[in-house]
């Protein structure tokens, strides 16, 4: 007798975040699609997004994947899936940040500052300047996150803010089911972005969350995008 295997969901991090983030935010509602969640850890270091894409490699080399992840993680997502559609199953895309070229993307100005910080002053202090005025929950994240960078940290930031995403005409290619979500109001991740991914994937449904709602439920976000992915999946 055969045991069919629940779908494997690999979902990378954001920029100078981890996989402990991930499984906060998508664990409890990938299961909701009967998917066994593997968000891998972040290697440090100039090579981050071949890390993460070997991972997405590894993962497919028996049975498609849903793939995905939160901002970077969902560049690097999106753009696996371009080179492998047959082996992408579906995409959790969330907080996409830019198209293209990152070029002057709030994101990528972010990260290239905070990485030049850090090489300047520490990761300490550059780590206080990031999350002064931030939402407590993000700043709690990040403070923790970060340090687990070591010294690959800021190599780790200038290599997400160079790294180019999709184009809109990459992402018309992909007819995979699709959720995206973008948060309401979000300077770093435009609601444009998302609707820009959205309107180019084919089979994409947008979905939104208030940046404020993440302080009392981190999941939201990841019940957000896995419900936009559903109404793909329904037509």
Not at 33 to 49: I, Q, S
Not at 219 to 230: F, I, K, P, Q, S
Request: proline share 9%; aromatic share 6%.
């Amino acid at each position: 007798m055969s045991v069919t295997q629940p779908p494997t969901a690999v979902l990378l991090p954001g920029t100078g975040s981890d996989e402990i983030f991930v499984r906060s935010v998508f664990e409890v509602p990938v299961s909701a699609l009967g998917a066994r969640l593997l968000p891998p850890a972040p290697v440090p270091g100039p090579g981050l997004a071949e890390a993460y894409l070997t991972c997405l490699d590894a993962a497919a080399r028996t049975a498609p994947v849903i793939a995905g992840g939160i901002s970077f993680g969902a560049h690097l997502a999106a753009a696996w899936a371009v080179r492998n559609p047959t082996r992408c199953a579906g995409l959790l895309l969330a907080l996409p940040a830019w198209e293209g070229e990152p070029d002057g993307a709030p994101a990528a100005v972010a990260a290239r500052h905070s990485a030049a910080d850090i090489r300047a002053r520490g990761t300490a202090a550059a780590l206080a300047s990031a999350i002064e005025g931030t939402p407590e929950w993000l700043a709690t994240e990040l403070s923790r996150a970060w340090p687990r960078y070591g010294d690959g940290l800021a190599a780790s930031l200038e290599a997400a803010a160079a790294y180019p995403a999709p184009t809109l005409a990459e992402l018309k290619t992909l007819d995979i089911p699709a959720g995206v979500t973008c948060f309401v109001g979000d300077p770093i991740h435009p609601e444009s972005v998302a609707q820009s991914w959205a309107d180019a994937l084919p089979r994409a449904v947008l979905t939104a969350v208030r940046l404020e709602v993440m302080g009392a439920d981190v999941e939201a976000l990841g019940r957000a995008t896995v419900l936009a992915l559903l109404r793909s999946l329904a037509g």
